[in-house]
């Protein structure tokens, strides 16, 4: 399995942006397609965006579509999501994770994922 780290979570006002970092080691994920969750106190996870192994194929989950961006460099073994226009309902933990099986497209299903990071804390203030 690979190792997962997730990074730059803080505290924004409402319309404000974060950019969320993840850096894997231990092995590449540049085969694999690799996935953002989020979950909110008293809520179970749910998907937020995945990217294909190649980058070619990216998907997002409805509430987020249009603010936020997934991206990956392969080169450097890190996947990034840039969030923008932040709501309060965005606070969350949010986690990045690793598919499965190399060559997928990727999933929303976090059981197609077998490596997460801790997650890192994003609040939006209203």
């Known amino acids: 399995q690979v190792q997962l780290v997730e990074s730059g979570g803080g505290l924004v006002q409402a319309g404000g942006s974060l950019r969320l970092s993840c850096a894997a080691s231990g092995r590449t994920i540049s085969r694999y397609a690799m996935g953002w969750f989020r979950q909110a106190p008293g809520k179970e996870r749910e998907f937020e965006s995945a990217?294909?192994?190649?980058?070619?194929?990216?998907a997002y989950a409805d509430s987020v579509k249009g603010r936020f961006t997934i991206s990956r460099d392969n080169a450097k073994n890190t996947v990034d999501l840039q969030m923008n226009s932040l709501k309060p309902e965005d606070t969350a933990v949010y986690y990045c994770?690793?598919?499965?099986?190399?060559?997928?497209?990727?999933?929303?299903?976090?059981?197609?994922?077998?490596?997460w990071g801790q997650g890192t804390q994003g609040t939006v203030s209203s």
């Open positions: 990217i294909s192994w190649s980058g070619g194929g990216i």
């Open positions: 994770a690793a598919g499965r099986t190399p060559y997928y497209s990727g999933s929303y299903y976090d059981h197609e994922y077998d490596s």
